[in-house]
């Protein structure tokens, strides 16, 4: 493995610890609340989770759809219907498998693949290859996100993770 | 990698920018209450949390760069420091994103006239390299992770004081 590759890795697994410890304590319901109109959990997650297979298809050379059009992508927002989210296990279990997911081809993918030009053509002026928007996507993207549910347990009374 | 790390901490400092550029000074230090509680994690707080982090771990602990922030700050903006509603302990924005914005440029300008191998390096603090034994481990994690855990925290608190997205 690569500098580049063990350091993404090792930000990567703390960021799904992280993230477990976050909505450990939390039921279904409150997956779902949101205070003073914040993104609930369950929506945080499920967006976060649009890219990870667009990370496995990067790093493996293969095609995949602008994430900007998923359902749960940037343009989307947190709805209050629970069943387009699933349980919080359910939740939990899919984002668990999707970092095991991207870390597997991040340990696959060699030199080549990282070097290789970005294919969306959007993505490419301020990350012109596959390695430079790794650890936006990975770490930086993530990290924000997770923040939000960190504040978002105080603004609901829940402890510091 | 040295290039990529200088990309995401500007992009990330923009993002800084946005979140607190409507932000009145009464607004600065806000810990918002709920119905459950008060949000202690204010603006000044966390962006102040960024300046130290950003000045004493990054510059100096990690690049071996003089500090220019006063050590008496710690105990305002140190890891184990807690928020007050004192807005009158806080330097105000301007201060303090002024001096993110020149902690960063220094980072930048370190990085850029190191090569590559530089990040293979043993991270020079004993405590630090303890969590992240090498430069690059304690880069990324400084310039990529943490930093936007907070400015998550920032966006969110925003909701909570009533203020749109950015």
């Not at chain 1, 500098?3 to 990567?12: M, V």
């Not at chain 2, 230090?29 to 459950?36: D, E, M, R, S, V």
């Not at chain 2, 105000?92 to 220094?106: I, P, Q, S």
């Amino acid at each position: 493995m690569t500098l580049l590759t063990e350091t993404l890795l090792i930000g990567w697994n703390r960021n799904a610890d992280y993230a477990a410890k976050l909505v450990a304590d939390l039921s279904d319901e409150q997956m779902m609340l949101q205070p003073n109109g914040a993104n609930h959990p369950a929506w945080i997650f499920s967006h976060m989770m649009v890219y990870h297979p667009v990370l496995v298809a990067m790093l493996r050379g293969q095609a995949f759809e602008d994430p900007k059009v998923h359902k749960f992508g940037m343009q989307s927002k947190p709805e209050a219907d629970a069943a387009l989210y699933g349980s919080k296990q359910s939740i939990i279990d899919a984002f668990i498998k999707g970092h095991d997911d991207v870390a597997a081809a991040l340990k696959e993918a060699g030199e080549v693949a990282v070097e290789k030009a970005m294919p969306l053509e959007r993505w490419k002026p301020a990350f012109p290859k596959v390695g430079s928007i790794l650890g936006y996507l990975m770490l930086v993207h993530e990290g924000t996100h997770l923040g939000q549910i960190s504040m978002w347990r105080r603004v609901q009374g829940l402890p510091a993770v | 990698m040295i290039n990529t790390l200088i990309t995401y901490q500007a992009r990330t400092l923009d993002y800084a920018k946005k979140l607190v550029a409507d932000l009145s000074p009464q607004q600065w230090c806000a810990q918002p209450t709920t119905a459950t509680g008060l949000v202690k994690n204010h603006a000044a707080w966390i962006i102040g949390h960024l300046v130290w982090v950003a000045d004493k771990n990054t510059i100096e602990r990690v690049l071996g760069q003089p500090s220019k922030i006063d050590d008496a700050w710690k105990s305002l903006f140190g890891g184990k420091s807690e928020p007050t509603s004192d807005a009158s302990q806080y330097p105000d924005k301007d201060t303090l994103m002024g001096l993110y914005e020149d902690a960063v440029n220094r980072i930048a300008a370190a990085l850029k006239a190191c090569d590559e191998s530089f990040l293979e390096r043993a991270t020079p603090d004993e405590a630090f390299r303890k969590r992240f034994p090498t430069v690059g481990f304690a880069l990324m994690h400084v310039m990529a992770g943490h930093e936007l855990l907070h400015l998550g925290q920032l966006s969110a608190w925003r909701r909570a004081l009533g203020l749109g997205t950015v």
